[in-house]
């Protein structure tokens, strides 16, 4: 499966920023889709995912903030980033896991919150 990421950027600490990311197949076809974040010199982490059936999992620090949801008809999947604190500051990658299996990560988004 092909990803295409689009969002991230610069904030204020409490603001916004919303990420896209569009998949070259029906997302109904996805195990796992979702984003990820890594800063240096620590491992990456899932900061939030929905499966194929629509259930969502949440990195414990950014619940209540985060939201994910999905476009089927445009198979493309949004990570919506409220009230954002300089901690989030991070590369964001989105994945998928398509019949068990992980795709390639792509380059990332930067994003960077300011306090």
């Known amino acids: 499966v092909q990803l295409q990421a689009s969002g991230g950027g610069l904030a204020q600490a409490g603001g916004s920023l919303r990420h896209a990311c569009a998949a070259s197949?029906?997302?109904?076809?996805?195990?796992?889709m979702g984003w990820y974040r890594q800063v240096p010199g620590k491992q990456r982490e899932l900061v939030a995912g929905?499966?194929?059936?629509?259930?969502?999992n949440f990195l414990d620090s950014v619940k209540g903030r985060f939201t994910i949801s999905r476009d089927d008809a445009k198979n493309t999947v949004y990570l919506q980033m409220n009230n954002l604190k300089p901690e989030d500051t991070a590369v964001y990658y989105c994945?998928?896991?398509?019949?068990?299996?992980?795709?390639?990560w792509g380059k990332g988004t930067l994003v960077t919150v300011s306090s």
């Open positions: 994945n998928a896991v398509v019949a068990g299996v992980m795709g390639n």
């Open positions: 929905i499966s194929s059936s629509g259930s969502t």
């Open positions: 197949i029906s997302i109904s076809r996805i195990n796992l």
